[in-house]
């Protein structure tokens, strides 16, 4: 990871991964993949991604632009 000063603030550079809500879409990318040739895996998938949430989604996330822009996000 890298922080980068920026006027008026800062930046992390993170790997994807790092937070839990880039490791949960990415379980369900790979359990929709699964999903046609492996559905017992692809269930699976699906299991561990959502073993990484405790309590209401972005409760943690200050209101703001961010917190609007994953909320708005499609859910499927």
């Given at each position: 990871?890298?922080?980068?000063?920026?006027?008026?603030?800062?930046?992390?550079?993170?790997?994807?991964?790092?937070?839990?809500?880039?490791?949960?879409?990415?379980?369900?990318?790979?359990?929709?993949?699964?999903?046609?040739?492996?559905?017992?895996?692809?269930?699976?998938?699906?299991?561990?991604?959502?073993?990484?949430?405790?309590?209401?989604?972005?409760?943690?996330?200050?209101?703001?632009?961010?917190?609007?822009?994953?909320?708005?996000?499609p859910?499927?």
């Amino acid at each position: 990871m890298r922080l980068h000063a920026h006027a008026p603030g800062y930046r992390l550079d993170a790997p994807i991964d790092c937070a839990d809500v880039d490791r949960f879409r990415l379980g369900c990318t790979e359990a929709e993949e699964l999903r046609e040739r492996a559905p017992a895996r692809a269930a699976h998938r699906y299991r561990e991604a959502l073993g990484l949430w405790r309590g209401p989604a972005l409760q943690d996330v200050p209101a703001g632009p961010i917190r609007d822009r994953e909320a708005a996000r499609p859910r499927r």
